[in-house]
């Protein structure tokens, strides 16, 4: 069941932790969150799961990735540098974008050993982008 506040708060975390550079935290606790992560998302259950019910993750995925880029696309702070005063470009709103979902989903598992089971997600997060920015699949 899509619950849109869990989906917001464990990707944004997820988001952070993608970030964070810090040298005090352990791989063990890097994995650890990340799995928590995925198990909010429902991306282990997607992995565990027949086709019947991996169509009906990712159509969760679908109505969260529509959702994340009406709110993101349109909020005046994503789309801006120096505190909102001066407005990307498209091309470097798209960039920006394309960056978030490349190092979250892709970078960020993969050292952990975890980007196999995240790149259906971010799939499904590419293809709502994409939907919304054609011009963006450069970036990708």
Do not use: H
Request: charged content about 35%.
């Amino acid at each position: 069941m899509y619950d849109q506040k869990k989906y917001f708060r464990a990707w944004m975390n997820w988001q952070i932790d993608a970030q964070n550079k810090s040298i005090f935290d352990s791989k063990n606790a890097k994995k650890k969150r990340l799995e928590k992560y995925f198990e909010e998302l429902g991306i282990n259950k997607y992995a565990a799961s027949n086709e019947d019910e991996k169509a009906e993750i990712k159509s969760e995925w679908e109505k969260f990735a529509k959702d994340y880029m009406e709110v993101t696309l349109s909020d005046r702070t994503f789309g801006s540098q120096f505190f909102g005063m001066v407005s990307l470009k498209d091309e470097q709103l798209e960039f920006k974008m394309a960056d978030i979902l490349i190092k979250t989903c892709l970078i960020y598992p993969e050292g952990l050993e975890k980007r196999e089971k995240s790149e259906p997600f971010f799939e499904v997060f590419r293809a709502a982008f994409l939907g919304v920015r054609p011009e963006a699949k450069k970036f990708f």
